[in-house]
């Protein structure tokens, strides 16, 4: 194992986040509040660490194999959120290292889960530092996807073609033309989310927070009522749009507007139908209890629905009293997620679709025993290797989300609020259900040592579980 090869971007990294910590420190001293102190202060320390990290560890560049790989993704994000945390923890906000720590993150791994309350009156560092570490976060994990889980053969690498070799369909010979492409994808994203949510009249900074957390899919907002604070419809129906947008492949965004083309992605074309499907469903039964006008009420329903399958976490208003048959929508929608390959957490649409096929096939080949059927995505025969890591995933995915309930449980936390709690990190979502966690509720009140799971829950989630339990198995510590 060459651990240089891991220390050194480590140290990388934490140079980056200290830089970063220069936007918020700018904002609180515009507004004369004392926290940009702590800004400064955390980014020259954190910056000193990472500077002094990098010199130590320099020299040749040393290369990275599968395994540094792995070691180097899990200690990053258990790094990134360390220091993440110590902004939070040193600020006038007076929580613990623990509630800083789950806040952080939270918002690194885009889950959008929060324990602190008063939003309103908060300083504008604290809320542009959320929103920043839910941006990095966000376009993190697209790396993430595209270039490390491949490897784990999970079944959430192939974007657009399915192959025996089970090696990602690369658009580009070499790494920087593509990386340049993704940066100005997001970056667009970004900026057309923020044009767009002033013309619906956000205030500049409004627009610029939610803007971050939208296109990451992390759904930080700067008011503890989240997007009811807005007015009108417009700004749901951007939010929404935007929100889709991000959750779709990113390899598929940039073919197709290099191609001026969008050609048929089964995926999307899942995500799509789950959206429509239960949009519909909610607007049924929201009709019953709200009173108000069907197209408010339609556009509150598309709203809440995208933001949970799309794992963002916004909050309209609090679905949860519409009645059993929505919150049973809501609950299902949560297992859900994006798809592959986008800023979406959750289980993802590439994974539905082959298991759906798979079954589809099984019981053919059950009434006619006889008869080829395989499961098949895109039009191409699923291999066996792409099939396995699916059904794999599966397991432990569904493994994941019963022993993290039952821990909850243990801790005194009732059955509802485990299960949602769960659910909600290991799918990077945000808002569980229930009077607690629901969507007008806070994590602010679960024992300390249900967030440290949580968290931990969160970045398992992130790291689509294998890549945390490989360091686990004795096998992979062997040379």
Not at 95 to 105: G, L, P
Request: hydrophobic residues 55%; aromatic residues 14%; contains cysteine.
């Amino acid at each position: 194992m060459n651990f240089r090869a891991i220390a050194l971007p480590i140290g990388r990294l934490l140079i980056l986040i200290s830089l970063l910590m220069i936007i918020p420190a700018i904002a609180d001293a515009f507004a004369a509040h004392p926290d940009w102190r702590v800004f400064l202060v955390s980014g020259l320390v954190l910056g000193t660490a990472g500077l002094l990290m990098t010199m130590a560890f320099r020299g040749e560049k040393p290369p990275i194999h599968f395994r540094e790989a792995i070691v180097f993704v899990n200690a990053s994000w258990f790094a990134f959120s360390f220091a993440g945390a110590v902004p939070f923890y040193f600020s006038g906000l007076g929580i613990s290292f623990t509630d800083a720590f789950f806040e952080a993150a939270s918002g690194l791994t885009t889950t959008g889960s929060t324990v602190l309350t008063g939003l309103d009156e908060f300083p504008p560092g604290i809320l542009l530092w959320r929103a920043l570490l839910q941006w990095v976060g966000g376009i993190g994990v697209v790396a993430l996807g595209i270039w490390l889980l491949p490897g784990l053969r999970v079944g959430g690498s192939q974007l657009f073609a399915l192959e025996s070799s089970e090696k990602t369909s690369k658009p580009y010979g070499k790494i920087a033309p593509f990386v340049y492409r993704l940066l100005l994808l997001y970056g667009s994203l970004t900026l057309g989310c923020l044009l767009l949510y002033r013309l619906c009249g956000m205030s500049i900074f409004n627009a610029i927070v939610h803007s971050m957390t939208t296109v990451s899919t992390g759904g930080f907002s700067t008011s503890d009522q989240s997007f009811s604070q807005f007015s009108g419809t417009a700004v749901y129906w951007v939010a929404s749009l935007f929100m889709l947008l991000s959750s779709i492949p990113f390899l598929y965004l940039i073919r197709s507007l290099e191609r001026r083309h969008f050609d048929r992605d089964v995926q999307v074309g899942l995500l799509l139908f789950f959206v429509t499907a239960a949009s519909f469903g909610v607007f049924y039964f929201e009709r019953f209890i709200v009173h108000d006008t069907p197209f408010h009420m339609f556009t509150l329903a598309v709203f809440n629905v995208v933001s949970v399958i799309t794992t963002t976490g916004y909050a309209a208003n609090d679905y949860l009293q519409f009645g059993p048959a929505v919150i049973a929508i809501f609950f299902v929608l949560t297992f859900f997620g994006g798809c592959s390959g986008s800023t979406a957490g959750g289980f993802k649409m590439f994974r539905i679709a082959i298991l759906i096929s798979y079954i589809h096939a099984l019981l053919h080949r059950i009434v006619r025993p006889h008869r080829v059927a395989e499961p098949r995505y895109q039009r191409h025969a699923v291999s066996g290797n792409v099939l396995e890591g699916v059904l794999v995933f599966a397991v432990l995915y569904a493994g994941a989300f019963a022993a993290f309930s039952v821990i909850y449980m243990m801790l005194d936390l009732d059955l509802e609020t485990a299960l949602s709690a769960s659910i909600t990190a290991l799918a990077n979502v945000g808002p569980g259900v229930g009077n607690i966690i629901g969507p007008s509720g806070t994590f602010q009140t679960l024992p300390d040592t249900a967030k440290w799971f949580l968290a931990v829950e969160m970045i398992i989630g992130r790291l689509e579980i294998i890549a945390a339990i490989l360091l686990l198995t004795p096998d992979f510590w062997l040379d």
